[in-house]
Structures are given as structure tokens and as C-alpha cells.
């Protein structure tokens, strides 16, 4: 299947810094990526789509000037989460829509701890 | 909120038994997936099953969908050691891809 690479796979960070976390699609062209962000022993919850050449639309609740999501060219999403606190820890998952139909391939995730 | 909801939370049972899990969903949709999550890892497509179906099998995994009810189930048959896990449904309307609460399930071998 298509295959999601996301990098880093883990990061920690002081609390204030800027992390930036890269989705791309290998062997597809993604025209829209999700990004979705999971806490210990819960599920997925989508913070924003990523559309390419236009700005990324956020789901209720999320600060989008917080989470900046910029989408460049067909097979790059990047995720920079600004001024990081403890809080923003968590384990954030982009996704590509590519290929069959409704499917979507899921990156291995990047795991962030905000010292 | 948008997410659905699953039944049970946490399931456990033995290697050899079938393991059955439940979801429901908010909002109508084109199709329902369920994928499988490795503690700390990403998510594993395992099957999709589309709004104008009622089931579908692949291997040892059978998957119901009940539009009328907003509900789905996933059944495990014959269940290895190797498929604790937790699985999550997603249902996707339009776009946009919305995850149940999961399952933690547990095959004691």
C-alpha cells in the first residue's frame, strides 16, 4: 500500500520552543493530508485539514495560530506547533488521501514531550 | 463532540476465542474503517465497507454496518495472541475522517 513517512518520530523540547513535524506521502501525490493529535488511552481527535496551495481548515477548539499548518507542494504537509507548552504533549498523526477510494494512510505518528 | 462511540472500552479474552467490538457513529456517511493501533505506534487500515453495504469479510476479520442504526461491528474470529491491540472505527462523510473511542483489546495466549 502507499506509504506516510512522518519525521521525527519523537522529539522532546523545552517548553516555549517551536517543533516542527514533516508528513509526506512517498509514492502518491496527496492533494489533502489530516493531521490528528492522540492523548495517552484515547483516540485520534482531527485538528485540521491540510489542503495543498491553501490554508489548512481547523476543527472547533483548535488554535490555529498555535498549530501552523502549511502545505507546499503535493507530498509535504508540515505541522510546527508554536511556543510549545506541557500541555501539547502528545502524539500527532498525519494522514494522506491517495489512491482507492476513501482510504487513507496514516503516518507512524510523532510522539512530543514539552519539558 | 465529534467523535462516535465503541463498546466495549477494554475487552479480554483467550487466544482462540472470537472477539466482537461495537461502534456508532454521529453523522451519515460514504464509508466505515476500522484500523488497528499497536501501543505507541501508527494506525493500521484493516478493512472498509462502504454505506451501500452490509457486510464484509476479510480473512478472520467480519465487519457489519447498519446505516439505520449508525452502528457498526467488528468481528474477530479465532483470535492470536498477536491481535492485542486497540482498534478505533472511523467514519468518513465527505472528507473528513472521525474516530470512535477504540477498543483495548487483549488475546491472553
Known amino acids: 500500500g502507499a506509504v506516510v513517512s512522518q519525521h521525527p518520530s519523537w522529539v522532546i523540547c523545552k517548553s516555549g520552543t517551536s517543533v516542527k513535524i514533516e508528513c509526506r506521502s512517498l509514492d502518491f501525490q496527496a492533494t489533502t493530508m489530516f493531521w490528528y493529535r492522540q492523548f495517552p488511552k484515547q483516540s485520534l481527535m482531527l485538528m485540521a485539514t491540510?489542503?495543498?496551495?491553501?490554508?489548512?481548515?481547523?476543527e472547533q477548539g483548535v488554535e490555529k495560530d498555535k498549530f501552523l499548518i502549511n502545505h507546499a507542494s503535493l507530498t509535504l504537509s508540515t505541522l510546527t506547533v508554536t511556543s510549545a507548552h506541557p500541555e501539547d504533549s502528545s502524539f500527532y498523526i498525519c494522514?494522506?488521501?491517495?489512491?482507492?477510494?476513501?482510504?487513507?494512510?496514516f503516518g507512524e505518528g510523532s510522539r512530543l514531550t514539552v519539558l | 463532540s465529534q467523535q462516535g462511540e465503541e463498546d466495549p472500552q477494554a475487552l479480554s479474552i483467550q487466544e482462540g476465542e472470537n472477539a466482537t467490538m461495537n461502534c456508532s457513529y454521529k453523522?451519515?456517511?460514504?464509508?466505515l474503517q476500522w484500523y488497528r493501533q499497536n501501543s505507541g505506534r501508527g494506525l493500521v487500515h484493516l478493512i472498509l465497507?462502504?454505506?451501500?453495504?452490509r457486510e464484509k469479510h476479510s480473512g478472520r476479520l467480519r465487519v457489519t454496518l447498519d446505516t439505520s442504526k449508525k452502528s457498526s461491528s467488528l468481528l474477530i474470529t479465532a483470535s492470536r495472541a498477536a491481535d492485542t491491540a486497540s482498534y478505533f472505527c472511523a467514519s468518513r462523510g465527505s472528507e473528513k475522517l472521525v474516530f470512535g473511542k477504540g477498543t483495548k483489546l487483549t488475546v491472553n495466549p
Open positions: 494522514s494522506a488521501s491517495g489512491g482507492s477510494v476513501g482510504e487513507l494512510f
Open positions: 453523522t451519515s456517511i460514504n464509508n
Open positions: 491540510s489542503n495543498e496551495g491553501s490554508k489548512a481548515t481547523y
Open positions: 465497507i462502504r454505506s451501500n453495504e
